[in-house]
């Protein structure tokens, strides 16, 4: 009947209005999000945000392989590779706090010397890592 059709109108009204409101107010709040975001900045400190950044670039990361042992560890995936011999010697290595052995999440060792392939000769672990485990080297 018309009276039917004109109530399913209005409701069908009704729904389109909250929709349009809803969809209003997420515009709002993505609008929102950037609001005071600075990225070259840290607590107003331009200084702060390049120290980040140099010391983020100054970290090695990588993981291990399949024939890794507590003193050696073969290592795949090193950023930036590892291009001459020693080039890592003295460093400390940590082990994600993530990663696959928990025995060795965040346990940390240095560097006593490396190939020019990337593998890594360390002061003793208490595990030795099976294959990909995820470290960094600072």
């Keep these: 009947t018309g009276a039917d059709l004109a109530t399913d109108v209005k409701s069908i009204q009704v729904g389109v209005n ?4 809803n969809v209003a107010s997420v515009f709002t709040a993505v609008a929102s999000l950037g609001a005071g975001v600075d990225v070259t900045r840290i607590g107003s400190d331009a200084n702060a945000a390049t120290n980040l ?6 970290s090695v990361i990588g993981n291990t392989t399949g024939d ?4 050696t560890l073969s290592t795949a995936n090193l950023s930036p590779a590892a291009a001459v011999v020693d080039q890592f010697i003295s460093r400390a290595l940590i082990f994600d706090r993530d990663t696959v052995t928990a025995a060795l999440r965040g346990q940390g060792t240095v560097v006593n010397s490396n190939t020019a392939a990337g593998v890594l000769h ?3 672990l208490t595990t030795a890592p099976p294959s990909g485990n995820t470290f960094t080297i600072t």
């Design 68 to 71: 890794s042992t507590t003193s």
């Design 18 to 21: 909250s929709l349009q409101t």
């Design 53 to 58: 950044r140099r010391g983020t670039l100054g």
């Design 122 to 124: 360390v002061a003793s």
